[in-house]
């Protein structure tokens, strides 16, 4: 069993950044991508940026270039610094192992961003 434990939401201006931090349970972290995604209220949720195992990079057309993921795999945690926030990027925001790439699918409780303008 993997558990995902989120942290380093908050409230900022637009502009400003944060950056989360998702820490893992387990065994299995360094060897399965790992992703973030986030959730509007009324919205669906929607990926924001993932991780492969080996250290490549994929992000939604709304973050590119503002959104940065990280991994380290020694540490079992995987990050999201978040630059240039905007309004629109409130949402609570998710760590997810797996990330649509492998047969896991855990994920963490969630944290809350958001950005006032």
């Known amino acids: 069993q993997v558990q995902l434990v989120e942290s380093g939401g908050g409230l900022v201006q637009a502009g400003g950044s944060l950056r989360l931090s998702c820490v893992a349970s387990g065994s299995i972290f360094s060897l399965n991508a790992m992703g973030w995604y986030r959730q509007a209220p009324g919205k669906q949720r929607d990926l924001v940026a993932r991780i492969s195992s080996r250290g490549t990079t994929n992000y939604a057309d709304s973050v590119k270039g503002r959104f940065t993921i990280s991994r380290d795999n020694a540490k079992n945690t995987v990050y999201l610094q978040m630059n240039s926030l905007k309004p629109e990027d409130s949402a609570v925001y998710y760590c997810?192992?797996?990330?649509?790439?492998?047969?896991?699918?855990?994920w963490g409780q969630g944290t809350q961003v958001t950005v006032s303008s």
């Open positions: 997810n192992l797996g990330a649509g790439m492998s047969q896991y699918d855990y």
